[in-house]
Nanobody, 126 residues
């Protein structure tokens, strides 16, 4: 079992930045691939980014790759999602998820992941 706790969400003006954190705990937490998803009201959950624990490769979906960055602090077992130049359409609940084999091959699919956090709200509004 892996437990995930997201933090760092909030209200920000358009053009602003936030850094979301996903703290993982559990006996095998450090070996899990960590993905980030977001879900806006009335929309499907969307895979945004992933950090592969196997080789450190990062993935960011093309629609946000110029603005979002994913990284990991191994010492803290925490994966970060840096959100820059935020837009109102980025408003959503952001979730992190863990895959036990460390991969990110199909990171855009919610069913690809084994464990989920509770989510953190990001609201972009003036």
């Amino acid at each position: 079992q892996v437990q995930l706790v997201e933090s760092g969400g909030g209200l920000v003006q358009p053009g602003g930045s936030l850094r979301l954190s996903c703290a993982a705990s559990g006996s095998t937490a450090e070996r899990n691939g960590i993905g980030w998803f977001r879900q806006a009201p009335g929309k499907e959950r969307e895979g945004v980014a992933c950090f592969s624990a196997n080789d450190g490769t990062t993935y960011v979906t093309s629609s946000v790759k110029d603005r979002f960055t994913i990284s990991r602090d191994s010492a803290k077992n925490t994966v970060y999602l840096q959100l820059n130049d935020l837009k109102p359409e980025d408003t959503a609940v952001y979730y992190c998820a863990a895959r036990a084999d460390g991969r990110c091959t199909n990171y855009k699919a919610y069913y690809y992941f084994d464990f989920w956090g509770q989510g953190t709200q990001v609201t972009v509004s003036s």
